[in-house]
């Protein structure tokens, strides 16, 4: 079955940087586009990047140009490399496939930004 493995969360003072990873397994992760999502305490998760099969890349409005997504297809890994954070970045970070029709999710990962 799908699995999702997210890692790299913490606290980070504003202007910091993060790089998130998201481990996959039980499907063919080349084959797949993924996704990162966020979700904020009393908000709804919402799409931050989602990278297609061949890496070309897409990004939500408060992402662009501080974030970088990206996948290892050896090592069946994505990642965000987040730069410049704000507070406004606090939230629990989820990896994400469709896969077979299905959506699947990591467990998240904690990104805290304060000073």
């Known amino acids: 079955q799908v699995q999702l493995v997210e890692s790299g969360g913490g606290l980070v003072q504003p202007g910091g940087s993060l790089r998130l990873s998201c481990a996959a397994s039980?499907?063919?992760?080349?084959?797949?586009?993924m996704n990162w999502y966020r979700q904020a305490p009393g908000k709804e998760r919402e799409l931050v990047a989602t990278?297609?099969?061949?890496?070309?890349?897409y990004y939500a409005a408060s992402a662009k140009g501080r974030f970088t997504i990206s996948r290892d297809n050896a090592k069946n890994t994505m990642y965000l490399q987040m730069n410049s954070l704000k507070p406004e970045d606090t939230a629990v970070y989820y990896c994400?496939?469709?896969?077979?029709?299905?959506?699947?999710w990591g467990q998240g990962t904690q990104v805290t930004v304060s000073s």
């Open positions: 994400s496939v469709l896969h077979l029709s299905r959506r699947s």
């Open positions: 039980g499907f063919p992760f080349r084959d797949y586009g």
């Open positions: 990278i297609s099969s061949v890496g070309s890349t």
